[in-house]
């Protein structure tokens, strides 16, 4: 998947938020030297080409309450995992969901799901949840907790040269 | 970024409203404010107010488009790396030395180090974790994301 200048220039100049002005998209085509119609349709596009996931807000989870989180880490046969991976993605307090490889013998597991919930008490009984979903196809599970972030930086597109 | 919750009292119905139903989409169209404002029973000016106050307060923490970065065109990396208790210090200067490490977390496991390494090809992965395992004379596992599930994650506001 490859993007063209223009896009690349579109990307960088919304990767921070969109401008809060009755007419955004016009603010930020005034910026690129572009159209209204050009920003909207070229968003369009970045957006059916999955560039874009989706426009939206994203409510802060931590300042709603939901302050607890844990790496949930399961090993699913492989013959199901895509199947229950889907399955477990879908569930509203799961906020990420990937198949990775195992590291043998250190590490059986292949399917990763963070959990949120307002209390530890409530992930743990969301991970239940996912236990009972996937049923006898998981042969061993674990929850990471995060003890304190070490480091944080958001993920920028890395400007040319860089 | 906010890590703790706001007060009850912080925030009320309408600001609620706001944030269950912009988290889902927001329009693409010429007055975007109008129409989703529209839907929530505000004015473009007051969805507009609104919007900028929950930004203030720490209740939101981004607002536009969500990019795919791997679509975008960089590699990135889930690592590893079961760190000695009376070493963690020191380590975690040299892993979060590399500008690759985008963020790291301690954890509880045995696998006590979890980082995200991102670069612009898929072969500086590799290169920077093996210069980490070189600095530190520990291993890094590599958990590269094979798929990726659809996310149906909503917060309840």
């Known amino acids: ?162 | 970024m906010r890590r703790t919750p706001l007060g009850a009292h912080e925030l009320d119905a309408t600001d609620r409203a706001i944030l269950n139903a912009l988290q889902v989409s927001f329009p693409l169209s010429p007055r975007p404010f109008a129409g989703a404002g529209a839907a929530l029973g505000l004015s473009e000016g007051e969805l507009i107010t609104r919007i900028g106050s929950l930004k203030e307060k720490g209740a939101i923490t981004r607002f536009g488009p969500f990019f795919d970065a791997a679509a975008m065109g960089g590699a990135f990396c889930l690592c590893a790396m079961a760190v000695p208790a009376d070493r963690f210090e020191e380590v975690t200067a040299l892993v979060n030395a590399h500008r690759e490490v985008a963020h790291n977390y301690e954890r509880a496991h045995r696998l006590n180090m979890w980082f995200v390494l991102a670069c612009e090809k898929p072969e500086g992965i590799e290169a920077v974790a093996r210069s980490i395992e070189q600095e530190t004379g520990l291993r890094v596992l590599l958990f590269p994301k094979l798929q990726e599930f659809f996310i149906g994650f909503r917060v309840d506001a």
């Not at chain 1, 119609?37 to 309450?65: F, S, W």
């Not at chain 1, 990937?98 to 209390?119: C, E, K, S, V």
């Not at chain 1, 944080?152 to 890395?158: E, N, S, V």
Request: one cysteine or more.
């Open chain 1, 1 to 162: 998947m490859t993007i063209d200048a223009t896009e690349r220039a579109l990307i960088a100049a919304t990767q921070q938020g969109l401008p809060l002005t009755p007419a955004p998209y016009a603010e930020v085509a005034r910026q690129l030297g572009l159209s209204e119609d050009e920003v909207i349709a070229r968003l369009a596009t970045l957006q059916a080409r999955g560039i874009i996931r989706r426009i939206a807000l994203a409510p802060n989870h931590y300042a709603l309450g939901m302050t607890a989180n844990g790496m949930s880490v399961w090993d699913v046969a492989d013959a199901q995992a895509s199947e229950l991976g889907a399955k477990v993605g879908r569930l509203d307090f799961v906020s990420h969901c990937y198949l990775r490889p195992r590291a043998l013998p250190d590490w059986p597991y292949n399917l990763f799901a963070m959990i949120h919930g307002q209390t530890r008490a409530e992930v743990e009984e969301k991970r239940l949840q996912i236990a009972g979903l996937l049923g006898e196809a998981c042969r061993a599970h674990d929850i990471l907790y995060s003890t304190r972030i070490l480091k944080k930086t958001g993920l920028r597109l890395a400007s040319a040269g860089d």
